[in-house]
């Protein structure tokens, strides 16, 4: 098997692990909990201040990672959770309230939490923010006026209609648009999830799983509260693993970060080599072009890097320098160094024309002026582990200075 199937199915068992993990594995504990009634047996002690752990642990971390996002959804959760339960007992509110409440959480919360996903990190006390919270009251405060003001109106029946008639959804307690409204959030998520690896799309999706375990079969019901704690309990998680995932993988190139590359250092062997890489002229390239396209050359270079072979290990060093790990002497990776210089000099990097249209027209013309060839090389210092240079921190700053050699030498080269 090649280095590059290699990695490929690397990168796919490494999605499919951020999708399940830990969001999959909460879900079946909390439903085998519930349905074997062991939460309210073995965790009576934990369970009545279980969501409100969560909740305040959840919101700490919110305002601690600055996590719009968790902050929002997290209300909505617990909104929808002590709407419920308020509501639950008829005999102290309005009959036809409590119908109104029972059925419009179940159809507002996945459309809330789906549109949370796709909402990206504005703060939390800014005016984005104050906006989002205004969004958030609007809902019970527009179905409570919608109920005053008109009391004749059938609201609670509009909100559970049932469209069709199909058997198999008797075992199921939702309303048929709540179910349609769950149907397209989770179908909106996995697609995203798919589409961009979006490791936010997989912790709601997880989210919304729970949701709806508490909300659509009667037998998990009396368990709801711990239900949405539970989901309150992985969007809390996912900050900390993002959190994590940001330290030690770039999020430009996706390649391991420099915490990552200390933590490799410490596990290598008596035989490696280091080669330490500098795109030439970065700066300038990125003054003359903008960020947006320097950040398109380095994820080039670093695609490049990956596919070093010999059972190299990429890793962003930071700013425009990269580093690879070799297993082996310095002779026996000299070659792939060189065919890595090779490949990122003749590859064509185009720029997008000033004059170039942004979307396609349906017959784009095939002319040189919306296009701008622009040559990326690099300048690589390498260095091995011997009896002069022991410690992998040594190795490292042996290439780091072979590399200001190729540089001054006149860049686009290899020095050792």
């Known amino acids: 098997m090649n280095n590059e199937k290699r990695d490929s199915i690397i ?11 830990p969001g999959s594995l909460l879900l079946l504990a909390a439903a085998i909990l519930a349905h074997t009634g062991a939460a309210e047996q073995s965790l009576s002690a934990i369970i009545p201040v279980y969501p409100w752990a969560v909740f305040g642990g ?11 996002r968790l902050f929002f959804a997290l209300l909505v959760l617990a ?9 639950a007992d008829r005999t102290a509110n309005p009959f036809r309230m409590a119908d109104i409440v029972s059925n419009a959480v179940p159809l507002l919360l996945p459309l809330n939490l789906a549109v949370f996903s796709l909402l990206k990190e504005r703060g939390i006390v800014t005016l984005r923010g104050i906006f989002r919270l205004g969004l958030i009251l609007l809902q019970p405060l527009g179905i409570a ?34 179910l349609l409204a769950f149907f397209a959030a989770f179908l909106f998520l996995i697609v995203r999830f798919i589409l961009y690896r979006d490791v936010v799309a997989g912790t709601f999706f997880w989210t919304l799983a729970l949701v709806f375990l508490a909300l659509g079969f009667a037998k998990f019901e009396p368990a709801s509260p711990f239900f949405f704690a539970t989901a309150g309990l992985v969007l809390g998680l ?51 072009y903008g960020h947006d396209v320097g950040d398109q050359v380095l994820q080039m270079v670093a695609s490049k890097l990956v596919k070093a072979g010999r059972g190299a290990k990429a890793f962003r060093y930071g700013g425009e320098e990269f580093v690879l790990i070799f297993p082996g002497s310095l002779m026996d990776v000299i070659p792939y160094v060189k065919r ?9 990097f185009i720029l997008r024309g000033p004059k170039r249209p942004r979307k396609k027209p349906e017959q784009p013309e095939t002319t040189e002026e919306f296009l701008e060839k622009v040559s990326v090389t690099v300048s690589i210092g390498v260095a091995e582990r011997d009896d002069y240079y022991r410690t992998p921190r040594e190795v490292v700053k042996a290439a780091d200075e072979a590399m200001y050699r190729a540089k001054r030498s006149g860049r686009n080269r290899i020095s050792a």
Not at 266 to 286: E, P, Q, S, T
């Open 11 to 21: 990168s796919v068992l490494r999605t499919l692990f951020s999708f399940f993990v």
């Open 58 to 68: 959840g919101m700490l971390l919110a305002w601690r990672f600055n996590k719009s």
């Open 79 to 87: 909104f929808a959770d002590q709407s419920l339960q308020f509501f």
């Open 145 to 178: 006026l919608a109920h005053r003001c008109y009391p004749d109106l059938d609201l609670a029946g509009y909100l559970g209609h049932s469209f069709v008639d199909i058997p198999a959804l008797a075992n199921i307690s939702l309303t048929q648009p709540a």
């Open 238 to 288: 996912s900050v900390i693993e993002t959190s994590h995932s940001m330290a030690y993988r770039d999020e430009l190139t996706q390649l391991p970060a420099r915490r990552a590359l200390k933590e490799a250092l410490l596990k290598l062997g008596n035989r490696y080599a280091v080669a330490m890489i500098d795109i030439d002229y970065f700066k300038k390239f990125n003054d003359r």
């Open 340 to 348: 890595v210089r090779k490949t990122i000099e003749s590859s064509e």
